[in-house]
């Protein structure tokens, strides 16, 4: 996701489409929603720290887990890249910085 969201970023600087900008805005905010309400339906996440042992097998503790908190922490950094690009943009064009539509 690394590359892919330097790319993304860097669309965001050059273009001059404001309505781009919006787009990649709306589509973060889905993603933000789509990652949390799946976290909130998935079982893992009802499971505390302490009690990992205690409810979860091995193969779960020692591959899914490491493999799930990789993943997430990848999008968690590939969405911080185009966030930043995005806010740069954001605070430098008076259209999207303006409150008007």
Known sequence: MG???RVIAYAVEQTRDTRTIEAVTDSLATLAETVLKQWREMKLSEVDII????YLDEQT????????????????FATVIVLTAMTG????????ASDRG
């Open 3 to 5: 590359p892919f969201s």
């Open 89 to 96: 943009r954001i605070l430098n064009d008076r259209r999207l």
């Open 61 to 76: 503790l020692t591959t899914t887990l490491p493999v799930l908190w990789k993943l997430l922490r990848s999008c968690l």
């Open 51 to 54: 009690e990992e042992s205690i």
